[in-house]
C-alpha cells in the first residue's frame, strides 16, 4: 500500500514537472521571438506557412496574404507600397522640407538635370533642342527632362547641331558640346536613378526578367521572347497542376519526389526574380534613414499596417508566451494546457509527418508521430489532470473561493497537494 502512495506521490511530481517544462518551452519561445524584432531579421512565420504542406495547405498558404510574392512581381502594387510607406515615414518622423525633398528625390527621381551654360550657340536654336531638353536663358542653364532623361542617340543629334567651320569661333560651340556631355553624364548615371526608375528598368525593361516583344516578328516563333517572370508563373501553375494530380495519387512515390524537385527548383526562380525587388525595398529604407537626425532615430521604426503575416506573428509570439506564463505559475492551467494543444496542432497540421505528404525539411524524421504530436498528448494529459491544485496558483485561488463559500456556511474541499498524498 505504502508503495502505491509513492508511485503516486511520484507520478504527480513528474505531471507537475511536465507542466513546468512545457511552459519553461513555451515562454522561452515566446520571449526569444519577442526579442528578435529588435534585431535586423526579425522572426516571421511566413517562410513556414508558405511551405505547409498536407490536406491544408491551401488554408496555411492564404494566410499570409501573398503566399508565392506575386506582388512583388507587380510594378505598380510595389509603387503603392512605397508611396504609403513614404507618407507614414514622414509623417513619423517630422521630416523638413529639405528632407522631404530628398525623400522624394529617392523615391520617384528629380525633377530635372541642370548644367551651367551661359549662352547658346549661334548655330543652335532653342526650338532644336527636341522635347527633353531646354535652354533657360535666365538662369543660364541647360536642362534635361528628370523622367525622360536622355538617350545617346539624343545627345548626339544635339552635337551634330554645331557649327563645325573652322573660319569662325569656336568657342560658344566647344561651352555648348562639354555641357551637352555633362548633362548626359548626369542623365544617364545608375547613382542617379530613383527607385522607381530601377524598379521600371527591372520589371518592365529588363528582357531577361520581363521578356521581350518582337513585332517585326509577327507571327513567326521568334515574335515573343519569354522572361522569367512569366516562366515562374507557369512554372507555379504547372506545380499546382501536378500537386492536385499527385494528391489523388498518393499511393505512387515517383510524383512525389517529381515534385519535390519541382518545388525547389521554382524557389530558386522565385528568388531570382523577386529577390532583386525586395534588395530595392531596403535599399530604399536604408538610404532614407540616411536622411535622419540623431533625434529623428530616436523615435524608433515608422509604424505600418498590419499585413496578414503580422497579424499572425503577433499571436503566435504573445500566445505562446502568456500560455508558458500561465503553465509555469499554474493559473487557469487546464485552459492554458488546452490552449497550447490547439496551438501545437496548428503546427503539426501545417507539415504533418503522414504518408503521401512531402517530408518536412530539417533534421527529424517522423512518421505520423513528431515532436509537435507528442507535446500535444502531453498538454491533453496535463489538461485532464489538476495539476494547479497539486503546485500552481490554481490552488490558492481555489482556497480563496472556499473561504468565501465557507463564510456563506457552505462546505468545501480542494484538491490534495503532492505533499498530503505523501503523507497520506
Known sequence: ?????????????????????????????????????????????????????????????????????????????????????????????????????????????????????????????????????????????????????????????????????????LRGENEFSQAVHRLYEL?????????????????????????????????????????????????????????????????MQFPRDHLQKQWSDLQQLKNKVVGPVKALDAELKVAAKKLLTPEQLARGPVRLPATPVDRINQQTIWGLTILGVLLLIGLGTRFAAIGGAVMLTMFYLAMPPWPGVPEAPGPEHSFIVNKNFIEVMALLAIAALPTGQWFGLDRLCSKFCCRKKCCGGSACSTAPTTVEIAKS
Request: with cysteine; hydrophobic share 40%.
Open 1 to 169: 500500500m505504502t508503495d502505491s502512495k509513492k508511485c503516486g506521490c511520484v507520478a504527480i511530481s513528474l505531471i507537475v514537472l511536465l507542466r513546468l517544462s512545457i511552459g519553461w518551452q513555451f515562454l522561452y519561445e515566446g520571449l526569444w521571438k519577442l526579442k528578435t524584432y529588435n534585431t535586423a531579421t526579425p522572426w516571421t512565420a511566413e517562410g513556414y506557412l508558405k511551405n505547409a504542406q498536407g490536406p491544408l495547405r491551401d488554408t496555411f498558404r492564404k494566410m499570409t496574404g501573398d503566399p508565392d510574392d506575386l506582388q512583388w512581381l507587380d510594378r505598380d502594387a510595389v509603387g503603392q507600397r512605397w508611396d504609403d510607406w513614404a507618407a507614414r515615414f514622414a509623417t513619423h518622423y517630422g521630416l523638413d522640407e529639405g528632407q522631404q525633398k530628398r525623400l522624394t528625390e529617392l523615391l520617384n527621381g528629380v525633377a530635372d538635370f541642370r548644367v551651367e551654360l551661359a549662352e547658346l550657340p549661334k548655330s543652335v536654336a532653342p526650338k532644336d533642342l527636341g522635347k527633353n531638353v531646354k535652354f533657360d536663358a535666365k538662369a543660364k542653364r541647360l536642362i534635361c527632362d528628370g523622367k525622360l532623361r536622355m538617350l545617346k542617340a539624343e545627345r548626339e543629334k544635339l552635337l551634330s547641331l554645331l557649327n563645325t567651320d573652322a573660319s569662325v569661333d
Open 187 to 251: 542623365a544617364t548615371r545608375p547613382q542617379g536613378m530613383s527607385a522607381k526608375e530601377k524598379l521600371g528598368a527591372l520589371l518592365v525593361g529588363n528582357p531577361e526578367v520581363a521578356g521581350r516583344v518582337f513585332k517585326e516578328h509577327e507571327g513567326t516563333i521568334d515574335y515573343k521572347r519569354i522572361g522569367d517572370i512569366e516562366v515562374y508563373k507557369s512554372d507555379l501553375a504547372r506545380y499546382e497542376a501536378n500537386l492536385a494530380k499527385a494528391n489523388r495519387q498518393s499511393a
